[in-house]
């Protein structure tokens, strides 16, 4: 019993501490953001890299879901950082809700976020 008592700590220790998040902010960011009221936070584009025994079990579809589901969650985390930021007190600007930010998406018919940026390469060249 203890050594299995030990094997559960010793894995959830090890699981927190390889599922640290660091985050890049951009330096300037507080002078680039001191003429918005408020931000959107889109949906993030990923790239899922499996195990070749897991690429055989999933079909180009599902990668292409959980590359989808993993840009959401990252946006769903990027919204909690930058509401605990605004909560104290260290970010002026407003963080629009991220249903609405994807419904707004939604509504363009733009479903991912590598079509928004193919769209801005195509208006700056």
Same mark, same amino acid.
């Given at each position: 019993?203890?050594? %299995? +008592?030990?094997?559960? @700590? /010793?894995?959830? =220790?090890? $699981? %927190?501490?390889?599922?640290? /998040?660091? +985050?890049? !902010?951009?330096?300037? $960011? ?7 009221? @408020?931000?959107?936070? +889109?949906?993030?584009?990923? *790239? @899922?890299? %499996? ?5 055989? !079990?999933?079909?180009? *579809?599902?990668? !292409?879901? %959980?590359? !989808? ?10 919204? &909690? ?9 260290? +970010? ?5 809700? =991220?249903?609405? /930010? ?8 733009? &479903?991912? =976020?590598?079509? =928004?940026?193919?769209?801005?390469? *195509?208006?700056? &060249?």
């Amino acid at each position: 019993m203890k050594n %299995l +008592l030990c094997l559960i @700590v /010793t894995l959830i =220790i090890s $699981f %927190l501490s390889h599922g640290q /998040t660091s +985050l890049y !902010e951009n330096p300037q $960011f507080d002078q680039i953001a001191a003429d918005h009221k @408020v931000i959107a936070i +889109l949906p993030f584009s990923t *790239s @899922v890299k %499996l195990r070749p025994k897991q690429m055989k !079990e999933l079909s180009k *579809s599902d990668i !292409e879901k %959980l590359e !989808e589901s993993e840009g959401y969650s990252i946006q769903r985390f990027m919204y &909690s950082w930058f509401l605990k930021r605004k909560g104290r007190g260290t +970010l002026a600007i407003n963080i629009q809700d =991220i249903s609405l /930010t994807n419904s707004i998406l939604s509504k363009q018919s733009i &479903s991912s =976020i590598k079509y =928004i940026f193919s769209c801005r390469i *195509s208006k700056d &060249s």
